[in-house]
C-alpha cells in the first residue's frame, strides 16, 4: 500500500533560516568591526613612519659627524655622504651612506653648517635630536 504524502505544514513544521533583522544586525556588528580594524592599522602605520623617520636622522646625523671628523667639515649634501672622496691626508674615505633617506611621509634635508631639517608634509620641524613628529 502507498502512504499518502502530506503536504500540509503545520507550526513545528517552518522552515529554518535567518530573518532579515538578524541579517542586518550581523552586517551592522561586522561594519563596528572593520572600522576598528582600520584605525588600528593607521595608527601602526604612523608610529613606524616616525620610527623610521627616527632612524633616518639619526644615521645621517651620525654620517654629517663622522664626514667632520674624517673632512674637517660638513658634507652638506647626501652626494657628498654617498661619494668616497680623498681625505686631508691623502687616503680614502667614505662612503658614509649607503644612500640618501626616501619617505613619502617625511624629507630629511643637510647643509653645510652641519643642520638637519626634517619636514613632515606641511609641517616642518629643525630638530636638535631625533624628535620626527607628525602634525
Given at each position: ?48 613612519a ?33 661619494t668616497p ?9 667614505g662612503?658614509?651612506?649607503k ?11 643637510i ?25
Amino acid at each position: 500500500m502507498i502512504a499518502a504524502i502530506s503536504t500540509n505544514r503545520t507550526a513545528d513544521d517552518r522552515i529554518k533560516g535567518f530573518t532579515l533583522i538578524e541579517v542586518l544586525i550581523v552586517i551592522v556588528i561586522l561594519g563596528i568591526l572593520a572600522s576598528i580594524v582600520v584605525f588600528a592599522v593607521q595608527d601602526l602605520s604612523t608610529s613606524t613612519a616616525a620610527a623610521s623617520c627616527q632612524t633616518d636622522y639619526k644615521t645621517i646625523e651620525s654620517a654629517e659627524e663622522t664626514y667632520k671628523a674624517q673632512m674637517d667639515a660638513y658634507a652638506g649634501t647626501y652626494l657628498a655622504l654617498e661619494t668616497p672622496t680623498t681625505g686631508p691626508d691623502g687616503s680614502t674615505v667614505g662612503p658614509w651612506i649607503k644612500e640618501a633617506p626616501s619617505s613619502s611621509y617625511y624629507t630629511i634635508a643637510i647643509n653645510s653648517s652641519g643642520d638637519i631639517t626634517v619636514a613632515t608634509g606641511t609641517h616642518v620641524a629643525s630638530l636638535g635630536n631625533a624628535n620626527c613628529a607628525y602634525a
